[in-house]
């Protein structure tokens, strides 16, 4: 199984362009999440699907959307990229949300990208 | 204020030695304490989880402790092996006013293990 799976693993984008960071999950879990990593700080959330059609809001979500295009794909999209969005940013999933005693989140490897 | 911290900020070792790595915290109502492995350049990886009623649970040769009074971890690794070399991370999970069980991500310990 390829677990979760990210793409692209890297991106260059400059000031105000747009871009789509795609995540899919082959083992059937209902809840997706995004993740930032930056230098200096924790994993902090941006956005979560608890379940197939449901989005909501994590700690930082301003200048991100995200779409839960089905049970397997979750997509976070940026409109308009600023510099202070140069992070890695991790897709992950895991069976429940409301279940994480018994299940771990599972990470995909992680998209890095730079906005000049 | 829900904090998690982990110390040391980084460890460098010589291959076969013991370590031990710590995290702190202050979240409240505390519900579990998960560590996460991430090698360089990829995802974070889950080692082991505790919850409140757990002192002691071994995989391997990690060896992770929880004291709920004192709100302190540790993992333990024994006879290290250069494939150690990663960033330890604590998370706890707690559940917040509106009864929603949220993570609380530690910075994390480098680990350089040497030959």
């Known amino acids: 199984n390829a677990g979760v799976t990210q793409t692209p693993k890297f991106q260059v984008l400059k000031t105000g362009q747009s871009m789509t960071l795609q995540c899919a999950q082959d083992m059937n879990h209902n809840s997706m999440y995004w993740y930032r990593q930056d230098p200096g700080m924790g994993l902090r959330l941006i956005y979560y699907s608890a379940s197939e059609g449901t989005t909501d809001k994590g700690e930082v979500p301003n200048g991100y959307n995200v779409s839960r295009l089905n049970k397997r794909e979750f997509s976070l999209r940026l409109e308009s990229a600023a510099p202070s969005q140069t992070s890695v940013y991790f897709c992950?999933?895991?069976?429940?949300?409301?279940?994480?005693?018994?299940?771990?989140?599972?990470f995909g490897n992680g998209t890095r990208l730079t906005v000049t | 204020k829900n904090q998690v911290e982990q110390s040391p900020q980084s460890l460098i070792i010589l291959e076969g030695k013991n370590c031990t790595l710590q995290?702190?915290?202050?979240?409240?109502?505390?519900?579990?304490l998960r560590w996460y492995k991430q090698d360089t350049g990829r995802g974070p990886v889950s080692l082991t989880i505790?919850?409140?009623s757990e002192n002691t649970k071994s995989n391997g040769r990690y060896t992770a402790t929880l004291d709920a009074d004192t709100k302190q971890s540790s993992l333990h690794i024994t006879a290290s092996q250069l494939s150690d070399s990663a960033s330890y991370i604590c998370v706890v999970s707690f559940f917040n006013a509106g009864n929603n069980r949220k993570l609380i991500w530690g910075l994390g310990t480098s680990l350089a293990v040497n030959p």
């Open positions: 505790m919850t409140f």
């Open positions: 992950a999933s895991s069976e429940a949300i409301h279940n994480l005693n018994n299940s771990p989140l599972h």
């Open positions: 995290c702190n915290y202050t979240v409240s109502p505390f519900s579990n």
